[in-house]
């Protein structure tokens, strides 16, 4: 489409997270290198500024409950990844204890499958590391297989922070 040099675009997007307008999180691993190598999400504070240049005409409500979930956490003081292989994990909290957080957000009442599968497979990966796997919903509240679902409101109105801590 255009024929822009690759180091400009990653000039520009370290300006932008210099500035705090936007944040790239890494797939998380152990290994640095593969999280250097891997593919990037990009966050950003100013959703006016996401959808000044998202290229979706649709209703994107979904992805902006899920930006609205990242200032949350990135608010709270968390490190913040993603994780990808066959399935997805929206959010990975890495914790002092070493354990690990696993957050998707799917703002629905009907929960998709790859939902589950993500979180399942992220805990298969991580055996014996995972304190919390998360659904955050739009009003769908209950715990099935431990896995954590809880509305939006919920989560913003009580604090990530504090639902991190009470699921220890």
Known sequence: MYNVDSRIVIDYISFAEDAFLLFEL????????????????????????RNS????????????????????????????????????????????????????????DDIPEREIKGLNEFENAFNGKIKARIVITKDVEKEEDGILFIPLYKWLLAGSGDILQEVE
Not at 26 to 49: P, R
Request: charged share 20%.
């Open 53 to 108: 240049v998202a290229f979706s005409f649709s209703e994107d409500e979904s992805r902006l409950v899920e930006n609205l979930v990242f200032v949350n956490l990135k608010h709270n003081g968390y490190s913040i990844y993603f994780w990808k292989d066959k399935n997805k994990v929206d959010f990975v909290i890495p914790h002092r204890d070493y354990t690990l957080s696993a957050i998707n957000v799917c703002y629905s």
């Open 26 to 49: 890494q797939n998380f691993s152990y290994s640095l290198k593969s999280q250097n190598a891997g593919h990037k999400k990009i966050y950003t504070i100013d959703t006016v500024l």
